[in-house]
């Protein structure tokens, strides 16, 4: 399974939490039993803080853990401590962005709603970096070659020994709206139906046609639901807007997410419809 600090340290800090609740112990008292304070506690467990080894034997053994967890625990402490292929990138992005950036590398699963443009991680480098020139004209050149690059690596995720399960729902105005021009639309339309072949396990992509009736996600923002393999963590919603991004972990929205995603799949194609609406309006192009 594809490993990532974010997640690793995402996990350490829940199983910590829920340990700590377990045994009704409140983070003011686990603060003081290891010499710190609760809001040191509040960030390891939200996975914004990093922890030593030896601070967390400490907790551990307040918390009560067992040898063969404490072992679970520090291998995800080393795991959370490792460079991640985006920290070079970290001046570029808010910290919201870059925690995503990180739960995507170590997700299992992503099932995405992409309203009026292809999905991001089956983008063309030119398509790509189209958006980045109209969406934010203030970007640098530069800024927008490497913002590209940091969107190209997100895409290496689809291959490997561990590729990530993508599930992507894409109205039909994205594969309409000609992004870029002509000539690059078409070769974003030729790019996906390339993928979609190249990836017939692991990558469903449905099209919801124009014909198609109402249905929840109409109207919406582009969203991506994160599923992971450790049984120990639940899901997470990424949305994005014109002007926001955020990271949802509420059950009961992320809930909503997923039905509005289940209800969409329903109203669009199949996949040998999707594949042929998208090879039908490729040629409409050239």
């Known amino acids: 399974m594809a490993t990532s600090p974010s997640v690793a340290g995402w996990e350490l800090g829940l199983r910590l939490r829920e340990r700590r609740e377990l045994l009704d112990v409140t983070s003011v008292s686990a603060g003081k039993a290891i010499g710190t304070s609760q809001s040191y506690i509040s960030g390891i467990e939200n996975g914004k803080l ?76 030119d398509y790509a970096m189209a958006i980045m020139n109209g969406g934010a004209p203030s970007i640098r050149l530069a800024e927008a070659h490497r913002r590209v690059e940091v969107r190209m690596k997100r895409q290496e995720r689809l291959e490997g020994e561990d590729p990530i399960r993508l599930t992507t729902v894409i109205t039909e105005s994205g594969l309409r709206q000609v992004v870029g021009g002509r000539e690059v639309m078409v070769a974003q339309l030729k790019h996906l139906v390339a993928r979609i072949h190249q990836l017939p396990d692991t990558l469903d992509v449905r099209i919801v046609p124009f014909s198609a009736d109402y249905h929840n996600a109409i109207g919406g923002s582009t969203f991506y639901l994160l599923g992971f393999a450790s049984s120990r963590l639940p899901d997470l919603v990424w949305q994005e807007t014109v002007s926001t991004t955020d990271l949802i972990d509420q059950p009961m929205r992320i809930r909503e997410y997923s039905l509005a995603h289940s209800q969409a799949m329903d109203f669009a194609l199949d996949r040998v419809g999707s594949l042929g609406l998208i090879e039908q309006i490729g040629k409409e192009l050239e």
Do not use: C, H
């Not at 997700?107 to 480098?125: D, P």
């Open 50 to 125: 990093k922890i030593s080894a030896a601070k967390l034997a400490e907790l551990a053994a307040v918390l009560e853990f067992d040898k063969a967890e404490v072992e679970e625990l520090q291998a995800l402490r080393e795991a959370a401590g490792k460079r991640a292929w985006w920290s070079p990138y970290s001046a570029m992005f808010n910290s919201e962005v870059l925690r995503y950036f990180g739960f995507e590398a170590g997700a299992e699963s992503i099932r995405a709603y992409s309203a009026g443009m292809i999905t991001s991680l089956l983008q063309t480098r």
